[in-house]
């Protein structure tokens, strides 16, 4: 072996390695909890943990520069310390089986924590009583949507991300026969009519910065909200863009709020300009147009997840405490039925007693007023069971080293005991 393989070597399984790695994790951990009060738990989730390294921007510009190693870089490093550690000191004996049980667990955990951060889907499905739902939409993510709505037994969707638009340029698909240039994006702002009162003052000076950058969780409301005034000059051409003013906004990171994007989109054909056309979520109904034939829709909308199966909302009921208004108990009836007709059956989700189906969770989260709407949260999430898999091996593990230990005391108590009596 080479001095510089087994330099390679030494440093993946050192003991220094492991401790320095823990050390930045509390560091990481420290600084992210301080950080939450600003950016909420998705904007630390994103900036800490589910990075290789935290950036933060040069001062006075807006250039991201690496500061700290991130939670993919820690957590990898542990699992390539742990399994290194393992293959090179640790032997299979049953003495230190407590140990290596323990120790396989925590790489199972680790492991299990990053499936999760690369594959967990969250996202909810709002269900009226006796309606109707075959798919859920996500909390945070949008995409834009363009229907081909001429057929009247389907829609033709064409789903483009949220990111594809802040990144900005032109957009040509091969199942639509126009282009789609973007003209602006805010990735959040706020939507007035245009005879409303005036801009706030912060608003022309995050106009400039807002414009391009990347996307961001998308407000929960389907209104358009009055008392402001556009920062740029009406764009939109069509639909209901020129009377509507678009204020930009400053990105919030808030637990209890989410970013509205928006955006300015020309649609461009062989013969030229179709218009252009403001979307955005807080619109609510999509846009309708005409062309080549065809009847189309377009809309900024929370990106959905379609199911092969259908969930009907039978009844909700909400059970509160007696005299007060605050809730005790919240559930929902729901008729699960799938397309290929191999599960046809109701089922009660409450709180604590969800529905798995399909490889997805469905959580009874919330309802709206009038207790005939019901929320549920969606989950998917395929590496759901190793956290219960690891804990249970790494207290079998030092269950296993415990009672090793013990039997060894034991048994030298046992010796020295006849040792003694037979003297």
């Known amino acids: 072996m080479t001095p510089l393989v087994r330099q390679f070597r030494d440093f993946f399984v050192s003991l220094k390695l492991t401790v320095v790695l823990l050390a930045l994790s509390i560091v990481l951990i420290f600084w992210a909890t301080l950080a939450q009060v600003q950016l909420g738990i998705w904007g630390v989730q994103e900036k800490f943990f589910h990075t290789f390294f935290v950036l933060e921007n040069i001062p006075g510009t807006a250039i991201p520069v690496p500061v700290f190693p991130g939670g993919y870089f820690l957590g990898g490093l542990l699992i390539l310390n742990l399994v290194a550690a393992h293959l090179y000191r640790f032997k299979l004996e049953w003495k230190k089986a407590g140990i290596q049980l323990t120790h396989l667990g925590l790489i199972l955990l680790l492991l299990g924590e990053l499936i999760t951060s690369l594959q967990q889907v969250e996202s909810n499905m709002r269900l009226p009583e006796g309606g109707t739902m075959r798919y859920s939409e996500s909390y945070r993510i949008n995409e834009l949507a363009i229907l081909d709505t001429t057929n009247p037994e389907f829609n033709e969707v064409v789903a483009i991300p949220e990111a594809v638009l802040a990144d900005g340029g032109s957009i040509q698909h091969p199942k639509l026969p126009f282009q789609i240039r973007i003209r602006d994006y805010y990735p959040n702002a706020a939507l007035a009519m245009r005879d409303q009162a005036p801009l706030p003052e912060f608003a022309t000076s995050v106009a400039g910065s807002a414009k391009g950058a990347g996307s961001r969780p998308e407000q929960n409301s389907g209104q358009i909200p009055g008392g402001q005034q556009a920062a740029t000059g ?156 690891a804990c249970i091996m790494m207290g079998l593990g030092l269950l296993v080293q415990f009672g090793i230990h013990l039997l060894g005391f034991v048994r030298k108590r046992a010796a020295a005991a006849a040792v003694a009596n037979s003297g």
Do not use: C
């Open 234 to 389: 009406p764009l939109a051409t069509a639909g209901i863009g020129p009377r509507v003013a678009v204020t930009p906004l400053r990105l919030t990171y808030k637990q209890d709020e989410r970013n509205a994007p928006a955006a300015h989109l020309e649609f461009v054909g062989p013969e030229g300009t179709l218009g252009t056309w403001l979307v955005s979520p807080l619109l609510g109904m999509p846009q309708k147009f005409d062309y080549a034939g065809r009847t189309w829709e377009i809309a900024l909308r929370f990106k959905r997840y379609y199911y092969p199966f259908a969930l009907t909302l039978i009844d909700f009921t909400h059970e509160k405490y007696a005299g007060t208004d605050i809730p005790k108990n919240f559930a929902s009836r729901i008729h699960l039925k799938t397309d290929d007709a191999r599960e046809d059956r109701e089922v009660l989700i409450y709180m604590n007693n969800p529905l798995r189906h399909a490889g997805l969770t469905f959580y009874q989260a919330s309802f709206e007023k009038g207790d005939k709407v019901s929320i549920l949260q969606v989950v998917r999430n395929p590496g759901w069971v190793l956290p219960y898999i």
